[in-house]
């Protein structure tokens, strides 16, 4: 996480610590994305591959409900 306080405007899932340190590498290079700084939470699936494989949807669904909803959120049409 970028380290502010308060939900975050990104959530990644991860499969494994690697893969979590390579997303947290490319969010940090936000300017040569050409992007603004966001605020994001790197998640590590409890059950690595198979369940971002087979269950991504649903864990970042539950996810999603703690975020606010504004514009450009998919929140909303990820609750519908």
């Not at 590498?25 to 605020?39: D, F, N, P, S, Y």
């Not at 994001?40 to 909803?69: E, K, S, T, W």
């Amino acid at each position: 996480m970028t380290g502010e306080e308060g939900p975050s405007e990104l959530v990644v899932l991860a499969a494994d610590g690697s893969m979590a340190a390579a997303l947290e590498e490319v969010l940090k290079r936000h300017g040569a994305l050409g992007i603004r700084q966001i605020t994001y939470d790197i998640v590590i699936h409890p059950y690595r591959d198979p369940g971002v494989l087979n269950g991504a949807a649903a864990f970042l669904q539950a996810q999603a409900r703690n975020l606010p909803p504004r514009r450009g959120n998919l929140r909303s049409a990820w609750l519908r």
